[in-house]
């Protein structure tokens, strides 16, 4: 049905910046909610940022300010502008899109932040 593809992750020094991108293909609907989670190891998942259908942007406290989201509707490609990276920011990050109750998942893309 849909297929989420990330790319942009790596390593990066602290300070630096990365930017991911979450290509979406398949049965999009034209209301859906997209997204990044994240998980480091040994912890649970947390939600990073997300588009709501209805408009607008979610940001966790530890990221905001710092990391910018934004979709392009006409390319189904959702962004995570990743600013001012902190070793706290090391995980593995994840896209999402949620639509008709059902929520489809990226791959996850490695993100390794040094001190």
């Known amino acids: 049905q849909v297929q989420l593809v990330e790319s942009g992750g790596g390593l990066v020094q602290a300070g630096g910046s990365l930017r991911l991108s979450c290509a979406a293909s398949?049965?999009?609907?034209?209301?859906?909610?997209m997204g990044w989670y994240r998980q480091a190891p040994g912890k649970q998942r947390e939600l990073v940022a997300s588009?709501?259908?209805?408009?607008?942007?979610i940001y966790a406290a530890s990221v905001k300010g710092r990391f910018t989201i934004s979709r392009d509707n006409a390319k189904n490609t959702m962004l995570l502008q990743m600013n001012s990276l902190k070793p706290e920011d090391t995980a593995v990050y994840y896209c999402y899109l949620r639509q008709a109750a059902t929520t489809y998942w990226g791959q996850g893309t490695q993100v390794n932040v040094s001190t």
């Open positions: 398949g049965s999009i609907f034209s209301i859906n909610t």
């Open positions: 588009l709501p259908s209805g408009g607008g942007t």
